[in-house]
Structure formats: C-alpha cells, structure tokens
C-alpha cells in the first residue's frame, strides 16, 4: 500500500540553524500539506502546496518557513531560524484532490536546543 | 471558524468491552469529518471518513462512526475493543482539500 515518507525521523538542532524537513508524498498525490503538533498539544496545520505554489498557509507559517517541491518526488519544509518554541512533530500530508482525504506520514520530531 | 472538540481526554475500557469516542465540531457549512488513529511512535491513520450520505459510516479496525448534524457531532464506536486498539485517536473537520483542523485527541487504555 503507498504511503508517505517522512526524513529524518528525529533531527536536533541548535537555535538560529536552518532545518530541511523531506517528505516524499503518495505518488499520484496532487495536493501536499504540512502540520505540526507540539508536545501536548493539538495537531495544526501550517500550509498546504498545489500545483508550486502554497494554496494556504496557516499564521504560524511565517516568513521563517518556506516550502517547495524541488523534484517530481519530494516535498520539503525548511525553517531558516529555528527558535526553541518549533521543537514538535512535524506531519507531513498528501491527497488526491480537494474532495480526497490526507494522509499522513510518521512525522518529523524536531528538537530544538 | 472551524473547530474540535474531543471532551475525553484519557478512556480506559477492558478489552472485549464496547468503546465510543466523542467529538464535537464548529464549522459553518457542511463538514468533512475523519477520524484518525496515532498509536506510539507512529504517523496518523486514517480510520474513517464521512463527505455526504449515509451518516453511519464503516472504517478499517472494526471501527464506525456516525454523524449527527442536529447534534454537530461525529462520534466514533467499535463493540469489542482489542488490545492493540491501544492508541490516541483524533477527530478532524475541515475542507477535504485544504486545512483540517483537529480536536485535542483522546488517549485509550486497554485493560487486558
């Protein structure tokens, strides 16, 4: 059964370093999202991608973060500055189309020190 | 705006024993309901869904749910839990396409 990927599992970085977090979405998949769940708390969504470009963006989804789909396969989430408060899970979601459900991958857990 | 509400944060029930999860939603036009599952270390599963129509809707894992719009609710049942059901489960509304938002999620304990 396809399923989304998600790189690294775990990343650990320093406060004010640059993370890349990798997705590689369900092949036939046209629509790709991103959330976040910090510890404890609720799921939230961040952004959501079609087509190159951001369809919608959440207000967490500042100028510190980016998104981009580099190759047919991939779909990435950068934070240029990483701040201790983006330490969490990060989601990463594809679908067939606006009337399809997400599915989801493993996660991303950041740790930021 | 959209929103969740899960009342039930934790629920221990024995296995074999009947199970119902709770889940609330706020959202202006007609909802795209999910429920997902998180068991430890893994990524959300999709359990179910309802878009439209039959408002009892079947899932994977035994697991089924039903929709009631007079009540803006869409709570989950399965009749005969299992230990490995053992798991968090959110409850999710939005916009098939765009944004879900999900409620707070209920943890569920499974005495053997």
């Given amino acids: 059964e396809p ?3 998600q790189t690294p599992s775990h990343q ?3 406060m004010g370093q640059e993370v890349i977090l990798r997705c590689v979405p369900i092949s036939n998949h046209l629509y790709f999202y991103w959330y976040r769940q910090i510890l404890g708390q609720k799921v939230e969504f961040l952004v959501s991608f079609y087509n190159n470009e951001i ?3 959440s207000e967490i989804f500042d100028d510190q973060f980016s998104v981009e789909r580099p190759d047919g396969s991939n779909f990435t ?13 990060y989601f990463c979601a594809s679908s067939e189309g606006t009337v399809y459900e997400q599915y989801f991958g493993p996660g ?3 740790t930021v020190t | 705006a959209q929103s969740v509400t899960q009342p039930d944060i934790h ?3 024995s296995e074999g024993a009947s199970l119902e999860l709770r889940c609330n939603y706020s959202y202006g036009a007609t909802p795209y309901l999910f429920w997902y599952v998180q068991s430890p270390g893994q990524g959300l599963q999709l359990l179910l869904k309802y878009f439209s129509g039959d408002t009892l809707v079947q ?8 929709f009631k719009r007079s009540q803006s609710s869409f709570n989950l049942r399965k009749p005969s839990v299992h230990w490995s ?4 489960y959110f409850c999710a509304v939005g916009p098939a396409g765009n944004k879900l938002t999900f409620g707070g999620g209920t943890r569920v304990l499974v005495k053997p």
């Fill in chain 2, 59 to 66: 899932g994977i894992k035994g697991f089924e749910a039903e």
């Fill in chain 2, 11 to 13: 629920i221990t029930v």
């Fill in chain 2, 85 to 88: 059901d053992a798991a968090e």
């Fill in chain 1, 3 to 5: 399923e989304v990927t």
């Fill in chain 1, 55 to 57: 369809s919608e963006k």
């Fill in chain 1, 108 to 110: 991303t857990r950041l």
């Fill in chain 1, 12 to 14: 650990v970085t320093q």
């Fill in chain 1, 77 to 89: 989430l950068k934070i240029r500055s990483t701040k201790l408060e983006d330490s969490a899970m």
